[in-house]
């Protein structure tokens, strides 16, 4: 038990420079979301968010897609879940998703954002109150402007913002309104994401 303890002190160590990462996409995201989920290692100490904006009127399959996909566990968040490390959480249709400073997940019904509810300005805005400059958000492909609310809110609080670049967005909208707040700190495409996370939050820098 000693020896397990003194490994996890250590991957606890390396690993430290972010607590939380955000993710929002909408049209083409469950593409862009596999991809980047797939090639997360299982060691990834973080939480992952995810707000996609899907149709309210069905049941939702992505928790069950995104889980065959990548080594993490993948779970539709539910009120009152405190985020734990390699989760994926995913914001259930028609219900806003924030974070609580201390981890804990609250799940709303209030008026849509930018005519969507989840809201990634939202998602992001409560992640950066929360963790402040211990937050990562990534906004993908997707049509509208949202998300670029959220991205101010992170680098306000001195937190890192990812945006996919528009070769590889299938829809160029979000990551487009993002760009435009002034508020990103790297334009990737969308395979070097993942590694750009990694790297992030071993090192606290991107080289």
Request: hydrophobic share 45%; net charge neutral.
């Amino acid at each position: 038990m000693a020896d397990k303890s003194a490994r996890e002190n250590r991957t606890s160590q390396q690993w430290a420079a972010f607590d939380v990462v955000a993710v929002a996409s909408s049209a083409g995201g469950l593409t862009a979301l596999s991809q980047i989920l797939s090639a997360l290692p299982a060691s990834f100490p973080l939480p992952v968010l995810v707000v996609q904006h899907l149709d309210p009127r069905h049941r939702s399959l992505m928790v069950d897609i995104l889980a065959r996909r990548t080594v993490l566990k993948v779970k539709q968040a539910q009120e009152n879940d405190v985020v734990k490390a390699a989760t994926v959480y995913i914001a259930p249709p028609n219900r806003h998703l924030l974070v609580n400073p201390g981890g804990g997940i609250s799940l709303t019904q209030t008026e849509l954002v930018h005519f969507v509810r989840p809201s990634a300005d939202l998602l992001f805005e409560s992640i950066a109150a929360s963790y402040k400059d211990r937050a990562i958000a990534v906004v993908l492909t997707g049509t509208g402007s949202d998300g670029s609310m959220g991205v101010r809110a992170i680098k306000k609080m001195g937190g890192t913002v990812i945006v996919q670049d528009e070769k590889t967005s299938e829809f160029f909208g979000m990551p487009a309104a993002a760009i435009q707040s002034g508020c990103v700190d790297f334009v990737l495409p969308l395979e070097e994401i993942a590694s750009a996370l990694v790297t992030l939050v071993r090192k606290g820098e991107v080289t």
